[in-house]
C-alpha cells in the first residue's frame, strides 16, 4: 500500500483493498491487518505487536469485486444507501459496484500519478439519496514535468514542481456514471510534486454534516535516518522538510480538516476547529495536526469521534 511504502505496490494494494470491500458490506466497522515492510525504517515492523484477533461471528465477508479489472489499484471506497459501493484506483478511475457485486467504470478523472499521487479518497454526501453528490480527493495533471524533481537545487529550480490536490464534488448520474461537467472544486491543498510521499486522502462526515479530509505530509522520509524529515539545509527540495507542512499551523497537509460544504459548492469553517478564523498564521480548517500520512479514518457518527490510522513510525 502506498501509504506504507516508498514506491506503491499495486498487487499488495489490490489484495489488501479486496478485504476490505467485503468488511465494509459485512458489518459496518473495519478492521484490516497492518504490518507491510517499510524500507526506510528498519525494525519498525518487527517492533508492531501482533494485531488482536477479531470475533470471527462479528463480520460478514461478502466478496464484491476480484481482481485488477474491477479494482484497480484500489485506494478508498463509500458504501451508498443501497448498499451499492463506489470505490476509487489511484489510477484515476471510479468503479460502481453494485450490491450484487456487478462492477462497471463509472468514470475517469485525469489524474497525476508520480509516487502516491493520484486519486484517494472518496465520500458520498450525507444527502446523497436526494442529491448524488461524490466528493474525491485527487491530484489534476496541471502543467507539472514528468519523473522526479532535483533533490537539490534553489527555489527556481523548484517552482515547476508546485501543485496541489483538489477535493471536488461531483454528481452521479441516473445511470450510475460519473458526471464530470458537474465538478466543484470545494478546496484546493497545494503541494510539491516529483518526490515521495505522503498524500493521505480519506474522506468521511460526522453527523452535523461536516467533511473531515486526511492529508499526508508530502514527504520524503527516506533520508533522514528513521528520525523526522526536518532538513533546513537550504539548496534542498523542501519535500525532505516536514516542518512546512505537518509542523506548520498554516499549511493544509499533515492534517485533519473539517469544513461544511455548502449547496453552492464551496464551505464554511464549523465552530471547533484548532484555530478560530482570523488567528494570525493558521488555517481555519484544521482539526487536528502533525501527522505523517493519515491514510484511513472513520468519524464515529453517534459520538463524533475521529478514528485514524496514521502511517509511520
Ligand atoms: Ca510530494
Keep these: 500500500m502506498s501509504g506504507l511504502s516508498g514506491r506503491p505496490r499495486p498487487r499488495q494494494k489490490w489484495l489488501r483493498w479486496l478485504a476490505v470491500l467485503g468488511l465494509v458490506v459485512g458489518g459496518g466497522a473495519i478492521s484490516v491487518p497492518t504490518a507491510a515492510a517499510h524500507p526506510g525504517h528498519p525494525g519498525h515492523e518487527e517492533a508492531q505487536a501482533a494485531p488482536a484477533a477479531i470475533p470471527a461471528g462479528d463480520y460478514q465477508q461478502v466478496q464484491l469485486a476480484l481482481g485488477s479489472a474491477e479494482l484497480g489499484e ?12 463506489v470505490h476509487t484506483a489511484r489510477d484515476g478511475t471510479v468503479r460502481y459496484t453494485d ?9 475517469k478523472l485525469d489524474v497525476y500519478t508520480h509516487d502516491e499521487e493520484g486519486l484517494q479518497g472518496i465520500a458520498a454526501d450525507p444527502n446523497f439519496q436526494s442529491n448524488r453528490y461524490l466528493y474525491l480527493y485527487y491530484s489534476p495533471k496541471l502543467s507539472t514535468p ?33 458526471d464530470l461537467a458537474s465538478e ?14 505522503h498524500v493521505g486522502g480519506d474522506i468521511d462526515f460526522d453527523a ?17 535516518s528513521g528520525y523526522s524529515p526536518i532538513d533546513e539545509r537550504t539548496d534542498r527540495n523542501p519535500q525532505f522538510d516536514a516542518q512546512r507542512s505537518s509542523g506548520n499551523t498554516n499549511d493544509l497537509r499533515g492534517k485533519v480538516l473539517r ?46 469521534i475521529v478514528y485514524l490510522g496514521d502511517y509511520g513510525p
Excluded at 485506494?75 to 459501493?85: F, G, I, K, Q
Excluded at 532535483?150 to 471536488?168: D, I, M, Q, R, Y
Design 184 to 197: 466543484k472544486v470545494v478546496l484546493e491543498v497545494p503541494n510539491d510534486r516529483g518526490q515521495c510521499c
Design 74 to 85: 484500489a485506494m478508498s471506497l463509500a458504501v451508498l444507501p443501497d448498499r451499492a459501493v
Design 208 to 224: 452535523q454534516g461536516n467533511l473531515y479530509l486526511t492529508t499526508g505530509d508530502d514527504t520524503n522520509p527516506f533520508e533522514s
Design 259 to 304: 469544513i461544511k460544504p455548502t449547496a453552492a459548492g464551496g464551505y464554511t469553517v464549523p465552530s471547533g476547529n484548532l484555530f478560530a478564523p482570523g488567528t494570525a498564521r493558521t488555517r481555519p480548517e484544521i482539526y487536528a495536526m502533525g501527522f505523517r500520512n493519515p491514510f484511513r479514518m472513520s468519524v464515529d457518527k453517534a459520538t463524533g
Design 99 to 107: 450490491a450484487a457485486g456487478n462492477t462497471k467504470s463509472a468514470g
Design 146 to 178: 514528468g519523473g522526479d524533481a532535483p533533490v537539490t537545487g534553489n527555489a527556481a529550480a523548484f517552482e515547476p514542481w508546485k501543485g496541489h490536490l483538489n477535493l471536488s464534488r461531483f454528481t452521479l448520474k441516473a445511470d450510475n456514471t460519473l
